[in-house]
């Protein structure tokens, strides 16, 4: 009798938990940031890319650069920086299906709306547990990829890829919210 009341006590438990239902969890819903698994998953390996890639020869007289015979494919704004993705600035996420297309809520930052194809140079897709898109500017390449692991976590993904640096991967652990 007494292994029967643990058995059912262990069932409600694991059923309760927010994490029980992973197998059918799908990526709309609200999602917490995890502080202590997102810090595990982090690669912190990398540092800065200081090769020579990064280095860029300008010659100037008087305060006034001279030209060096390198044409420049990044544009006059360049030297601005481009903002990283919101979903790297947010501790809570919504993702929301509308109509055709998916809501981005992140909390205190701001919101999106992705439409499925290519639309004006970014391309999303997503089924029922991965969202994934991707963009390209005159400076980088940005990919970012959310999807449900089997623990019923969402891991979000975010690759930054400068044309004259090394890429950086940024990695997020969200928890479901009930």
């Not at 990526?27 to 860029?56: H, K, M, Y």
């Not at 996420?93 to 981005?104: G, M, N, S």
């Not at 500017?137 to 990829?145: E, F, L, N, Q």
Request: hydrophobic share 35%.
């Amino acid at each position: 009798m007494h292994q029967t009341a643990i058995a059912v006590v262990t069932s409600v438990l694991v059923c309760s938990s927010p994490l029980a239902g992973a197998k059918s969890a799908t990526l709309f819903g609200i999602w917490q940031l995890n502080n202590e698994l997102t810090a595990e998953v982090q690669d912190t390996r990398s540092g800065p890319d200081f090769s020579a890639t990064n280095v860029q020869t300008t010659v100037s007289v008087g305060g006034i650069p001279l030209p060096t015979g390198r044409t420049r494919s990044q544009g006059e704004y360049s030297s601005i920086p481009s903002r990283d993705p919101d979903v790297l600035r947010c501790a809570v996420l919504t993702i929301e299906p509308l109509a055709d297309d998916v809501l981005l809520t992140y909390q205190g930052v701001g919101s999106e709306t992705l439409k499925k194809g290519n639309v004006q140079g970014t391309r999303t897709s997503w089924s029922k547990r991965k969202l994934t898109t991707r963009y390209a500017t005159t400076s980088r390449k940005v990919s970012r990829t959310f999807e449900v692991q089997s623990d019923g976590r969402l891991l979000v993904t975010v690759k930054l890829n400068p044309n004259r640096a090394k890429a950086a991967v940024h990695k997020r652990i969200f928890d479901p919210v009930e």
